[in-house]
């Protein structure tokens, strides 16, 4: 069943978006290089203290902190540890926070100081997929023309879409009905109607789509060791469209949010 949210509810998911919004851009300015991973989940545990909202993934299925930060060939759900960024590194940033019995789910993914040609343009891929899925988020399509949509893009890129992992309705829980791939065949899966927000978050990988998960059961990498790249936004299907609440509205607004992080 796929939860249907009021003009009343998604406000109140707009609220917490907002406060996610706020978490990224401020942990964002904090980042250093030689700083620790979990040097910043502990940042990130304040910044969303501040805001006076919960962290969603502590705890969850016994995950054991805030943040997800995924380094280089990893593509998701890596753990915040002694690890240090160095120069050079891309570093998938995951976040969700509660507030107001609503959840906000969002990723990023940025380069330390410099990056690869080839790095800039993976994540530069990644962000327009998200952006390519986005507009296929419209009444009379069904969810399998945005997945197609992602999948298309991603791989006439040269890239390819991880299969082991895909997005999903959010709301008062994390995971909600539907499972969002970022592969599939046009016109089928669920019709998408006003009052779906689902977490759209592409991940998207230099060489083969093959994943592991390491011996910690959680961090997720490329078999072949190359470079991911991750980006989730939580986006509305409102009356008038749909709705990034997450992150911008197209993929060139907010520069500010550069895939470069000058330290
Ligand atoms: N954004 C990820 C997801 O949608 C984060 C989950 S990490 C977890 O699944 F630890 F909370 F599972
Ligand atoms: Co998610």
Known sequence: MIPLKSKREIEMMRAAARKLKTV???????IKIGMTTLEMDEKAERLIEAQRAKPAFKGYRGYPACICTSVNEEVVHGIPS??????GDLLSLDIGLIHGGYVSDAARTWAIGRAKDEAVEL??????????????????????????????????CGFSVVRDFVGHGIGRDMHE???????????????????????????????????????DAWTVVTRDRQLAAH??????????????LTGPQ??????????LIKT
């Not at 002694?82 to 120069?87: F, G, I, S, T, V």
């Not at 998200?130 to 298309?152: C, E, P, W, Y």
């Not at 980006?231 to 990034?244: C, F, K, Q, S, V």
């Open 82 to 87: 002694k690890r240090r960024l160095k120069e």
């Open 24 to 30: 990224f851009q401020e942990l964002r300015r904090s």
């Open 250 to 259: 197209a993929f060139d607004e907010e520069l500010s949010d550069s895939f």
């Open 123 to 156: 994540m530069e891929v990644t962000k327009r997929a998200l952006f390519v899925g986005m507009a296929q988020m419209k009444t009379g399509n069904r969810l399998g023309d945005l997945s197609h949509a992602i999948q298309d893009y991603v791989e006439s």
């Open 177 to 215: 009905d539907p499972q969002v791939p970022n592969f599939g065949k046009p016109g089928r899966g669920p019709k998408l109607e006003v009052g779906m927000v689902l977490a759209l978050e592409p991940m998207v990988t230099a060489g083969s789509w093959e994943v592991d998960i390491l011996e």
């Open 231 to 244: 980006y989730e936004d939580t986006i509305a299907l409102t009356e008038a469209g749909p709705e990034n």
